[in-house]
């Protein structure tokens, strides 16, 4: 069975920086793809971030520039360094495989979560 351990979050003033991290296990990790995912309250789970199985990454257009998602394979884990961040970065975050496609040359992330379990996630609070 998949699990996801996300770890790493926690209260930041604007501006600061917080690097999260997620274990994971039951599944071949070097070979899927992996996104971040967040939830602010009241709203529902959003991609932030993505990393295919070779290393292409891709960003919400909201973290883009602040935001950096990186894996280490023999350590089944992905991380997501957190930069300059904001208020409205606010929620808890939350990590997941993904599928792969190929288009105009690369890979890209898609998302495979429909109805699947989520881990507990990391709470991210970022204070003005």
């Known amino acids: 069975q998949v699990q996801l351990v996300e770890s790493g979050g926690g209260l930041v003033q604007a501006g600061g920086s917080l690097r999260l991290s997620c274990v994971a296990s039951?599944?071949?990790?070097?070979?899927?793809?992996m996104g971040w995912y967040r939830q602010a309250p009241g709203m529902q789970r959003e991609l932030v971030a993505s990393?295919?199985?070779?290393?292409?990454?891709d960003y919400a257009d909201s973290v883009k520039g602040r935001f950096t998602i990186s894996r280490d394979n023999a350590k089944n884990t992905v991380y997501l360094q957190m930069d300059s961040l904001k208020p409205e970065d606010t929620g808890v975050y939350y990590c997941?495989?993904?599928?792969?496609?190929?288009?105009?040359?690369?890979?890209?992330?898609?998302?495979?979560?429909?109805?699947?379990?989520w881990g507990q996630g990391t709470q991210v609070t970022v204070s003005s």
């Open positions: 039951g599944f071949i990790f070097s070979i899927n793809s």
């Open positions: 997941a495989p993904g599928g792969e496609t190929y288009s105009g040359g690369r890979y890209y992330f898609t998302d495979k979560t429909f109805g699947g379990d």
């Open positions: 990393i295919t199985s070779d290393g292409s990454t």
